[in-house]
């Protein structure tokens, strides 16, 4: 099990950037696959994107895709997801997610631990 910790959430506004970070306390937690999901108020929780442990595979979900981009620092166990031409609509709690295995799939249900969240508010 790794303990995941998320941070660098906050209030910007539309059209800026934030960079979240995710810690794992598990130095093993390198050799995970690595997930974003958020939720918004009243709305499911949604794949963000997801990054294997040697960062040979990625994956983003379409509405983040050309704005977000995911990286990991394995010597760091910290894995990030830098945030660009922030909308509105990428209001929501931010979660980091880990899952065993080389892939980075994109299901809610294949992510074994979760942080506590971080929020972000995007305003217009």
């Known amino acids: 099990q790794v303990q995941l910790a998320e941070s660098g959430g906050g209030l910007v506004q539309a059209g800026g950037s934030l960079r979240l970070s995710c810690a794992a306390s598990d130095p093993t937690g390198s050799y995970w696959t690595m997930g974003w999901f958020r939720q918004a108020p009243g709305k499911e929780r949604e794949f963000v994107a997801a990054i294997s442990w040697n960062e040979r595979s990625t994956n983003y979900a379409d509405s983040v895709k050309g704005r977000f981009a995911i990286s990991r620092d394995n010597a760091k166990n910290t894995v990030y997801l830098q945030m660009n031409s922030l909308k509105p609509e990428d209001t929501a709690v931010y979660y980091c997610?880990?899952?065993?295995?080389?892939?980075?799939?994109?299901?809610?249900?294949?992510?074994?631990?979760w942080g506590q969240g971080t929020q972000v508010v995007v305003s217009s």
């Open positions: 997610a880990a899952r065993p295995g080389p892939y980075a799939l994109v299901e809610a249900r294949d992510y074994d631990d």
